[in-house]
């Protein structure tokens, strides 16, 4: 249980460090893939609601520290993601891959819409600003951070079971 | 009281995420600078290590490119500096002419970009310079393109500078041509402008430069070129689009100014006001 938690706290925290040093490296017109909300994705999908949303909250609030303003911001995004994860994984499905990676994607909707409803209500942004976030920023963040889901699942379901034999 | 228990154990999903929006948007709305200030001093002193080896483990990925890229640089720039000597030297002429004092009261202080904010807006990042180094608070950060932002927080060896793209960061601006005043902002960290009354006189590819105004940044520094201005949608303003002289995605040498905000001499009765809050 201690070990299984600590292996989660160490890969948000080198997560946490690879996104704010080499994930700017490899953006692709400003695009760069987002590890936390990936591995928020797997932790909920693997330890349930609970976990998730209390995740969700603690590496929020981490990545809240390193901005200037606005924090509280990543921490209710993430919360709110890492519930919606976890709720869906719960009473929708548990087993289909693909299934999984279209909730990685419908899962950086939910939290992209909160982050930006919050940027749009503290900076007095115009409301469309929220859907036209939606198309050109985060879809495209989506589908690069499916690829790295995508290798992890690879892993799981061809390269383990291989190593496992 | 054990109804309350019984039905917060029964509703344990619900409850928790109650709690916990409930919690950040309180942090959203009472923002204790202070609180915050302590909390994010803890977390830069613990993720800074790891981020400083991780950012050497990439910078040597990209070490020969630029080697190529500075070796081309310096062909570039030997050509032109003695164009420029000559130039700086009718310029001391003229200057001497005009009556004008050396202006340059500041120095530019190198700094290397070793982390950014892990979010998709990029309001933030940190650099391998601080208080040790003369870094102090509200100081301007340049890059050779034009302004980045200001430091928003200093430690013994790192800072935090707040760029312009953080929808929160207003910038007083002025266009070089005709001088009439405007205030830079963003809404989501990439399209930038500016709101002008109708009447000014403003064209597509003027260049904006800081006006000195706001107190940070000095006059004169290059903030980017007018892209299109949008007349007709509101009587009283017209809105001037403009594309940043930076590239916020590619930023990694950069230069802290030196010079201390205008408003200086006042910092202590504002700290005690922000304490009062």
């Known amino acids: 249980m201690i070990g299984t938690a600590l292996k989660w706290i ?66 209710l995004a993430k919360t709110i993601t890492g519930f919606f994860i976890g709720l869906f994984n719960e009473k929708v499905m548990r087993t289909d891959p693909v299934m999984k990676l279209i909730l990685l994607v419908l899962s950086f909707m939910v939290h992209d819409t909160v982050f930006t409803v919050v940027t749009v209500i503290k ?24 690829l790295i889901a995508a290798i992890v699942y690879a892993y799981d379901y061809f390269v383990k079971p291989g190593l496992n034999r | 009281m054990q109804w309350i228990i019984q039905f917060i154990v029964h509703h344990r999903n619900l409850s928790s995420l109650f709690l916990t929006v409930m919690l950040s948007l309180w942090m959203l709305s009472g923002s204790d600078a ?25 910078r040597a990925r990209n070490i020969f490119a630029e080697n190529r890229r500075l070796r081309e640089e310096l062909t570039s720039l030997r050509t032109s500096a003695s164009f420029l000597e000559e130039q700086a030297a009718e310029n001391e002429r003229l200057r001497d002419l005009l009556g004008f004092r050396e202006s340059l009261d500041y120095t530019l202080l190198p700094a290397r970009v070793v982390a950014r904010e892990p979010s998709q807006l990029y309001r933030s990042l940190v650099l391998n310079v601080g208080k040790n180094q003369g870094v102090d608070l509200y100081m301007p950060v340049v890059s050779k393109d034009g302004i980045v932002g200001r430091v928003v927080q200093v430690m013994r060896h790192i800072s935090l500078v707040q760029v312009l793209q953080d929808p929160s960061a207003r910038t007083s601006v002025m266009t070089k041509r005709t001088r009439s005043v405007g205030i830079l902002e963003t809404e989501n960290g990439r399209d ?28 004169g520094l290059v903030v980017g070129a007018v892209t299109t201005v949008r007349e007709g ?45």
Not at chain 1, 45 to 64: E, H, N, S
Not at chain 2, 192 to 219: A, C, E, M, N
Not at chain 2, 237 to 248: A, G, I, N, R
């Open chain 1, 10 to 75: 160490a890969a948000f925290v080198l997560c946490l460090v690879l996104q704010t040093t080499l994930m700017p490296v490899v953006a692709v017109g400003g695009i760069a893939p987002d590890l936390i909300v990936v591995v928020l994705f797997f932790l909920a999908i693997r330890a349930g609601v609970m976990p998730g949303l209390y995740a969700g909250f603690l590496i929020g609030l981490g990545q809240d520290l390193y901005s200037p303003s606005l924090l509280g911001q990543s921490a």
């Open chain 1, 123 to 146: 900076t007095d942004a115009s409301f469309p600003l929220v859907f036209s976030e939606l198309f050109t920023r985060t879809l495209p963040r989506a589908l690069y951070s499916v």
């Open chain 2, 34 to 58: 202070r609180q915050a200030k302590i909390a994010r001093t803890l977390t830069m002193t613990v993720f800074f290590p790891f981020q400083f080896t991780v950012a050497q483990v990439a």
């Open chain 2, 192 to 219: 930038f402008f500016i709101r002008h009354r109708t009447h000014v006189d403003v064209q597509q590819g003027d260049t904006i430069i800081t006006s000195g105004l706001g107190g940070i940044y000095p006059k």
């Open chain 2, 233 to 277: 949608v509101d009587p009283l303003f017209k809105k001037t689009l403009l594309e940043p002289s930076v590239d916020f995605d590619h930023l990694e040498e950069l230069f802290v100014m030196q010079i201390s905000p205008q408003w200086t001499v006042l910092r202590g009765e504002l700290d005690s006001v922000e304490m009062e809050k």
